[in-house]
Structure formats: structure tokens, C-alpha cells
């Protein structure tokens, strides 16, 4: 079947349902479609049998969906209507949400349902939630649709209570920070990603991006406590919060600003007080809430490097934090290490918005692209155990890569991945041209890298970009991981499956070294980078301020980010 995907912004939903239904053998092409002349004009190029949603802020206008279905997936359960449907879920601390596949009609989420799914709600920021359980639950019922359309079977008019609720402004969102701390994290957390909270601090305006909870710090409510890993700690009413990320607020007619680690973003506008520095603990505690965005923990013969940044971007300062702990673990008499095995992102490679924010933003990408492959090159010569990566939600770019330096790849089946870098308008580096035309040898390594489309878990497991696909919902990817990498290093082959890749690493040295590998990409970056006119800086601008997507096909602009959008 032809089906058109219809959405605002080539975001992960967009990816991933076009990911899948070509796994179903389905005709799909991309329309961004930013108003209702590019969604007529969309429709009429593709004339497709069906017309599908994953995530549109715009109306279909009535000739479209009068004369051709047109199906609207709404991020609500049957009855739930408004534009910040999964903004309240997350805001009034809701249990269990859905998604609801509508008909498209005169009113807004009103029409005739194909499918509904639910799915429960867990402790998580908005985008987080998106990106996962929601996800899930749209596939499915995505799927459903999809299948009873083909079918010829008919929706089903709504029924039952209806709520109709206003898009969230930012005076709904407004903390007071004398309240208790769970009140303060789902308010953070509503708008974690976007639009974030419009807050007073240290005599300016910003927004505030994502919040955890701490349990150790108290202080005057709204008072900062401390900084860790580029967060700051602020007071609640009975606790405390970590705040990971700062927006400035910019007047009217200014340019957007960058979403920043907060002590970056604080520090750039001079306003960075003297604070404490709390290192994290190296393991969870026992008692008692607190955040880390890099954690290690071991079971056995096991060791699991976990980590966690915003939006899955790691700027230099990540990198290097992350290679100086997987240089630490790397000394611990462990035979399997995973490396990542939590929920959401893995990576998305270099951080965008810092290297947007800096100074000399030439300067800054080559620092971030070398502190990747430092990191990527540490992986890769890791001969003394086994090394299984861990792809728990979406990965694009050098993240794909970092995952690929491991022995093993090992993602949840609801992950999309993003192996390129051309909407970047970057060459690429982190050893893709060594690792990639490894994995699934160089034909596919150039069409993966040219064509640049989401690949899902499936795809990817059948062309050999990843080992293992794991089936398990989000909340559950950490403990299986654990579980089944335990049981690798309890194998008895372990030892000679160690001696071989050792001499399989020594044996490729001799004949190509890595060093030649990073070598011929980073000349190819260092004179992107160095060009003012390359389009890298323009598109790179465009992601980071959030310019308006100009309507189109993805693919024939080749522009945009190169992995799934936060939302």
C-alpha cells in the first residue's frame, strides 16, 4: 500500500513509523508539512491510498480528508482532546495514558477511532515518555490501523466522556519552589525538552530543561545547592532538585538561545555563582534519590558503564568524563563491560548546541569530534574482555558509531537508528570507515551512510548492524540487559573468544591501522569545519535555534538533524 506520512518535523514518531511500515513491505514516503497548503500540496504530488499523522500540529484541510482517509495519531486515550494532550499526563501525574488512532475530521481529535492503546506512565520526563512508552504504544496501534484499513473494516465512532484541554502555558507551568520536590519534578518534567520552564534566576530570565530528584541537599526553597557534571542542585519545599539544562530567555525579535549544560549556560551569561562541586557517587546509592548521568555498576565477571545525557548529545566535556570512567572500569577484573544499557537515547554524537554557543565554533567541533573518537578508539582497543554496547532507545550518527566500536550491539526492539551524518552536512568520523563497512560490508555501509533514513531494530539486526534485538519495554531494558550479558560472562568460551578478538585487532593493525582511519576523516571534517560556507554551520544554526522546517521531503532537502528529534 502507498502511504504518506504527514508531520510538522521529521521527529523520532515520524522516523520510526516510516522505519516500520517499510518493514511491512508498504510504499512509505515523508512529507514535512508545516501548514495546510503543504499538506494539500503533499498529498497531491504522492496520491497516496492513505494518509497517516505520526505528528502534526496543523490542520487537514477539509478537501483532503474528505476525499482521501487521512489518519491522525493523538498522543491521548479516546475522549482526551486538546494540543498538550501528553503535556497534562505528565503535569497531573497520570497513571496510565494512551495514544489514539483518529479519522481526521471538522473538529480536532474528534473523529472516528481506528485504534487505541494504553500504556502505563512511569516517573520520566515528557520527552522521554515520547520517545518510549508512548512510542510503543503508537506503533501498535499505528499498525492496527493500518491492517483494518487494508482490511476494509470500518472505525468506530467515539463515545463516552470527552475532555478538551488548552495548550499549557507557561503560567500553568510556573513553580513555586517552597512546594514539595515531587510537585517541582512533574512540573519539570512536563516540559523537559520542550518548551521547558520559564523561571527567575540570579536576576534573569530562563527556562528551566528537566528535573531529578535529590534527597541529600536541602536549603532555602529556590536556593542553589551545589553544581555536578555541568547540572545545578536547587532547594524545594523538602528536597531538592537537578536541573541539567538552561535555556536564556531573549527578547522579541532575537535570536533564539541554545539549551546548555546550566553551568555552561549560567557561566556564558556571567552570572555562574561559586558552588560547591558534588561529584556523584560512583554507584547508586542505597537510600535515598539523587542523579548521575554516568553510573557503574558490577555483577561478577560483569561490568555495566551506564549513561545518560540530554538529548543524547555529548559535547567534549562528556566525552572526556566518559572515557576517564571507561578507562577506570577498564582496570576492573571484569570479561564483559556494557557500555550504555539504560532507557532513552544512547547517542547522538556531538553536542550541537554547545558547539553553537561557543566562541569559535569551528574551534569547538574539532574539539568535541577528537574527544569522540578518543573515547570511540578506547572502545575499540579494549582487547583484554569482551565489549557489548547497549542501545536502549534511539542512536544517529557518531552515537551509532561509538555503539559499533563494542564487540556486540545490542538494542531494544523500539529503537530507531540513524547511521549517517549527511543532514548534518558532515563527512563523518568517529571510525565509521573502519567500523561500518565491517559490520555490514561496503555496498551497505555507502547506502546506509548516503541515503541517510532511520533504520529500525529489525532492519538493523537483518543487515547486520546490530547482534541482538531485545523485546522488552522500556523500563525493563536495563535488568535484561544485565541479565543476559551476565550470562555471557559466565560463558566457559568466554576466555578464547577474547584471545581471538585480541589477535583479530593486532592482526588488522598490521594491515590498516585505526590511526589511518582517523587520520582521512578528520581531514575531511577539519575542512568542513574550517569553511565558513559549508552548509554543516547553517544547518547546524537552523537545528540548534529551531528555525521553522521548510516543507518538503527529508530526504530530497537533506536537511535537518541527523538523528530523532526530542520529540
Known amino acids: ?176 519552589w517552597e512546594e514539595d520536590t515531587e510537585t517541582v519534578l512533574r512540573t519539570l518534567r512536563a516540559a523537559d525538552s520542550q518548551p521547558g520552564v520559564r523561571d527567575e534566576l540570579l536576576g534573569a530570565g530562563w527556562f528551566l530543561h528537566g528535573g531529578h530528584a535529590e534527597d541529600g541537599l536541602r536549603g532555602r526553597p529556590g536556593e542553589l545547592l551545589a553544581t555536578r557534571a555541568g547540572a545545578i542542585c536547587r532547594a524545594t519545599g523538602d528536597g531538592a532538585v537537578w536541573i541539567p539544562e538552561l535555556r536564556a530567555r531573549t527578547g522579541s525579535g532575537e535570536d533564539r538561545a541554545c539549551k546548555l549544560p546550566a553551568t555552561l549556560a549560567l557561566a556564558l551569561a556571567g552570572r555562574l555563582p561559586e558552588l560547591p562541586e558534588r561529584p556523584a557517587p560512583v554507584h547508586a546509592p542505597t537510600s535515598g534519590r539523587t542523579w548521575s548521568d554516568i553510573s557503574y555498576r558490577e555483577r561478577g565477571a560483569l561490568g555495566v558503564l551506564s549513561f545518560s545525557f540530554p538529548g543524547g548529545a555529548m559535547s567534549t566535556d562528556h566525552c572526556r568524563r566518559l572515557l576517564k570512567a571507561y578507562e577506570t572500569v577498564r582496570r576492573r577484573p571484569t570479561s564483559v563491560l556494557v557500555l550504555g544499557g539504560q532507557r532513552d537515547f544512547f547517542s547522538n554524537g556531538i553536542h550541537l548546541n554547545v558547539i553553537e554557543a561557543a566562541a569559535d565554533p569551528a574551534a569547538e567541533s574539532w574539539a568535541n569530534i577528537n574527544a569522540m573518537n578518543d573515547l570511540v578508539e578506547a572502545v575499540l582497543t579494549t582487547t583484554d574482555r569482551l565489549v557489548v554496547s547497549a542501545i536502549g532507545g534511539n542512536a544517529a550518527a557518531g552515537g551509532v558509531m561509538l555503539a559499533l566500536a563494542a564487540d556486540e550491539v545490542w538494542c531494544r526492539s523500539g529503537s530507531v537508528l540513524n547511521p549517517h551524518y549527511r543532514r548534518m552536512g558532515l563527512y563523518g568520523s568517529e571510525y565509521w570507515t573502519h567500523t561500518l563497512p565491517r559490520k555490514v560490508g561496503p555496498a551497505l555501509a555507502e547506502r546506509l551512510t548516503q541515503g541517510a533514513r532511520p533504520v529500525s531494530a529489525t532492519t538493523a539486526r537483518s543487515m547486520g548492524l546490530v547482534d541482538r534485538v531485545v523485546e522488552c519495554r522500556p523500563g525493563e531494558f536495563t535488568a535484561e540487559i544485565t541479565r543476559l550479558a551476565a550470562r555471557l560472562a559466565s560463558h566457559p568460551g568466554i576466555a578464547s573468544r577474547v584471545a581471538a578478538k585480541k589477535a583479530e585487532h593486532e592482526a588488522r593493525e598490521a594491515l590498516t591501522p585505526l590511526a589511518a582511519h582517523r587520520e582521512q576523516e578528520l581531514s575531511r571534517m577539519r575542512a568542513i569545519f574550517d569553511d565558513p560556507t559549508a552548509p554543516y554551520h547553517a544547518l547546524r544554526r537552523a537545528f540548534v535555534r529551531k528555525e521553522a522546517q521548510t516543507a518538503g521531503s527529508p530526504d530530497a532537502r537533506g536537511a535537518g538533524a541527523g538523528g530523532p528529534a526530542d520529540r
Request: with cysteine; proline share 7%; aromatic share 6%.
Open 1 to 176: 500500500m502507498r502511504i504518506l506520512l504527514i508531520a510538522s518535523s521529521y521527529n523520532s514518531l515520524t522516523q520510526r513509523a516510516r522505519a516500520e511500515l517499510q518493514d511491512r513491505g508498504h510504499a512509505v514516503s515523508v512529507e514535512v508539512t508545516p501548514d495546510e497548503a503543504a499538506v494539500r500540496d503533499a498529498v497531491g504530488r504522492s496520491d497516496p491510498d492513505l494518509v497517516l499523522a505520526p505528528m502534526l500540529k496543523t490542520v487537514v484541510p477539509r478537501d483532503v480528508w474528505s476525499s482521501r482517509p487521512c489518519l491522525i495519531v493523538h498522543p491521548g486515550p479516546v475522549g482526551d482532546r486538546g494540543p498538550s494532550s501528553l503535556d497534562w499526563a505528565v503535569h497531573d501525574g497520570a497513571a496510565e495514558w494512551g495514544v489514539t488512532v483518529l479519522q481526521a475530521n471538522q473538529e480536532m481529535d474528534a473523529g472516528d477511532v481506528w485504534a487505541t492503546v494504553a500504556f502505563r506512565v512511569p516517573e520520566v520526563g515528557k520527552s522521554d515518555l515520547y520517545r518510549n512508552e508512548l512510542s510503543d504504544a503508537a506503533m501498535t496501534a499505528v499498525h492496527l490501523a493500518v491492517e483494518r484499513f487494508a482490511a476494509g473494516a470500518a472505525p468506530r465512532p467515539q463515545t463516552g466522556p470527552v475532555r478538551t484541554r488548552p495548550y499549557v502555558r507557561q503560567e500553568q507551568r510556573r513553580i513555586s
